[in-house]
C-alpha cells in the first residue's frame, strides 16, 4: 500500500490519499491471463474443428483432469480472490466444462468479476483462512494467500491447459502462453 499526500482542492488542507497500485497490478495480471485462455481456446477450437468440443476431455496423464477443467480452475483462483475481497465465500465454478461456450462464459463472468473490484491494497494485509481439502487449513495474510496460492495455482492450471493443447497437436508456443507482453512489444531499432 503506498500513502501519499495532496493538497485538497476544496478545503485548501493536505490530505492523504491511499493508493490501490497492488491491487490494479493484480487485476491486469488476472485479466491478462484469463485472455491468454481464451486466446488458447480460439486455438484449439482452430485446430479441433467448430463445433468439436472433445479437446474439453484431453488430459496429459490419466489422473489429472482434463482441458475443461483446466479452464474452470484457472478461473478460479481470480474468481475466489475477487470474491475474498468483496467479503464473500468461497464458490468454485464446476469442474465439469463440456463446451466452448460453457467455458467462454466462465472466462467472461471471472474478467467481469476482477474489473468490478474495487479494493484497495490494505486488505493485503487482512488475514486469510484458506481451507485446503478434509482436514488441511492455512491462515495467511492476503498477500500471502495472493503471492504463495492464488497465484502459483492460477499458472499451474493456466501451464497445464497449455501442455495438454501441446500434447496433442495443437499449434501454440510461447508467444500464444505470453500474449500479455505484446502491448510491450516493438520492433528493435
Known amino acids: 500500500m503506498q500513502i501519499a499526500s495532496c493538497d485538497d482542492p476544496a478545503t485548501g488542507k ?19 491471463r484469463l485472455q491468454t485462455l481464451d486466446h488458447l481456446l480460439t486455438v ?31 478461473c478460479n483462483q481470480p474468481r475466489n480472490f475477487a470474491l475474498w475481497c468483496n467479503g464473500l465465500p468461497v464458490a468454485d465454478l464446476d469442474k465439469q466444462v463440456d463446451s466452448v461456450q460453457q467455458a467462454r462464459e466462465h472466462i467472461a463472468a471471472t474478467i467481469a468479476l476482477v474489473t ?32 504463495e496460492f492464488v497465484v502459483p495455482n492460477l499458472y499451474f492450471h493456466l501451464a497445464t491447459a497449455y501442455n495438454i493443447l501441446r500434447m496433442h497437436g495443437v499449434p501454440v508456443g510461447k508467444r500464444d502462453f505470453m500474449t500479455h507482453l505484446l502491448p510491450f512489444v516493438r520492433q528493435a531499432a
Not at 477450437?45 to 484457472?74: C, K, W
Request: glycine content about 8%; hydrophobic content about 45%.
Open 14 to 32: 493536505e490530505k492523504l490519499q491511499v493508493s490501490n497500485q497492488n491491487i490494479e497490478r493484480l487485476k491486469a495480471i488476472f485479466i491478462t
Open 116 to 147: 468490478a473490484l474495487s479494493v484497495d491494497d490494505s486488505l493485503l494485509a487482512a488475514p486469510k483462512h484458506l481451507a485446503l481439502g478434509p482436514s488441511l487449513q492455512a491462515d495467511l495474510d492476503g498477500a500471502a494467500y495472493v503471492h
Open 44 to 74: 484449439a477450437e482452430g485446430h479441433f474443428g467448430a463445433g468439436n468440443q472433445s479437446f474439453l476431455q484431453l488430459r496429459i496423464a490419466p489422473d489429472m483432469f482434463p482441458f475443461g477443467t483446466q479452464v474452470a480452475y484457472v
